[in-house]
T-cell receptor, first 117, second 109 residues
């Protein structure tokens, strides 16, 4: 069964509103989680690294004030898309893994389809 | 930037073996070679990973070149459910998974 769960799987919001996406590790503790987004027919693009108890690390070109990440516990990271606009419509995916990470598999959430109207 | 190179697409007949190649000439000694696949509108799914030796699991086999600069994912008997985008990824100490464009595998019935 899924060991990383994302919620919601699909959300439609109005332009200018904020949307929160949750990512949970179900049977292990994850000090680090990763957030990706994927546009149609493109590959996944890493947005940020979510670190439990500290600030997230954002990839170049990703606006930290627009994509707020909170990793308040070892099993939950949230991504909030603030003041969403139609160009933020995308497929958002989180990932987490058990330690040691390089030598173990990464688990991915089911993804969240965000549509901003 | 992705550190691996894969063909954009491949095609195979159902019930035949499939060999998906990947080049990673800049691999470092601590990088693991991971393979994931993604079906439409789903998150990626783990397939297999290895460091130096060939690996087998219930899904696939991973053949790693002796110099580790290339690897091949082997699906022993492809089914229609194996049609997906397959990503070959190097995973190192920073734990990040950077996706390249992957190989879109088409399975012909």
């Amino acid at each position: 069964g899924a060991v990383v769960s994302q919620h919601p799987s699909r959300v439609i919001c109005k332009s200018g509103t904020s949307v929160k996406i949750e990512c949970r590790s179900l049977d292990f503790q994850a000090t680090t989680m990763f957030w990706y987004r994927q546009f149609p027919k493109q590959s996944l693009m890493l947005m940020a690294t979510s670190n439990e108890g500290s600030k997230a690390t954002y990839e170049q070109g990703v606006e930290k004030d627009k994509f707020l990440i909170n990793h308040a516990s070892l099993t939950l990271s949230t991504l909030t898309v603030t003041s969403a606009h139609p160009e933020d419509s995308s497929f958002y995916i989180c990932s987490a893994g058990r330690t040691p990470r390089g030598g173990t598999e990464a688990f991915f959430g089911q993804g969240t389809r965000l549509t901003v109207v | 930037d992705a550190k691996t190179t894969q063909p954009n697409s491949m095609e195979s007949n159902e019930e035949e073996p499939v060999h998906l190649p990947c080049n990673h000439s800049t691999i470092s000694g601590t990088d693991y070679i991971h393979w994931y696949r993604q079906l439409p509108s789903q998150g990626p799914e783990y397939v297999i990973h290895g460091l130096t030796s060939n690996v087998n699991n219930r899904m696939a086999s991973l053949a790693i070149a002796e110099d580790r600069k290339s690897s091949t994912l082997i699906l022993h008997r492809a089914t229609l459910r194996d049609a997906a985008v397959y990503y070959c990824i190097l995973r190192g100490r920073d734990d990040k998974i950077i996706f390249g464009k992957g190989t879109r595998l088409h399975i012909l019935p």
